[in-house]
């Protein structure tokens, strides 16, 4: 039975999340996030494997009109969604595309190596926010119309339950998991892989200035309520 949860979180927007642990036993869970855009083409932060089920669902939902990484290592599977939907625009940081080996994946588009007003053209209904201060060099992205946060290492939600929902794995340590908790968690992460403080300060002034009401990260469960207060306690550091 195959371990991935396929959902619609709200109207135009689905995840598909899996089992994933970092260095092959912290069960922090993976995800991707499909929007379907007013036009009816789909955008699809690419973040897990494009399996049977996933490639099902998103090509009942429309066209694939971009796809995108959230980070320098959030990497792995973009050039199998690209290899699917040639016709779509590959998107990413700069520092994934250098990590790629395989000349054969062609990207239409680089944080970090675009001018900074560089626009996509999605940026209607999905704004994104280009965290050059931080290590993993991570995009945030902002659907309108859900009024969504999605995220890679931005911020955890740990532990992961619906990722590992349908796995026969634990998605949560005992003991250490108590160290995973949101509130413990992430403003040391959020801390310690910024570089440029400065920076980070301007990058978490312009995602506060986003009306979100969801976040959707790449690790961990869905944050349904209060969305913007774990976003503050999350970077409380880097307000004035």
Known sequence: MSDTVIREVCANVWTFSKPFSRFGFLPIGGRSTAIKLRDGGIWVLASTPLNEETKATIDKLGPVRYIVGGNAVHRLFLSDFKKAYPDAKLIAPQAAIDGYHDPSTKFDGAWGSDHPDTKYGFEDEVKHCYFEGFRNKDVAFFHHDSKSLIEADLLFNLPAHEQYSKSNQLAHIPVL??????????????????????????????????EFERII???????????????????RAHYD
């Open 177 to 210: 998991g108590l160290l995973l908790r949101p509130s413990f968690l992430n403003p040391r992460v959020a801390w310690g892989l910024a570089h440029d403080k400065e920076a980070m300060k301007n990058h978490v002034k312009t995602i506060e200035s986003w």
């Open 217 to 235: 990260p790449c690790h961990g469960d869905v944050i349904e309520k209060d969305a913007k207060a774990a976003w503050r306690e999350a970077y």
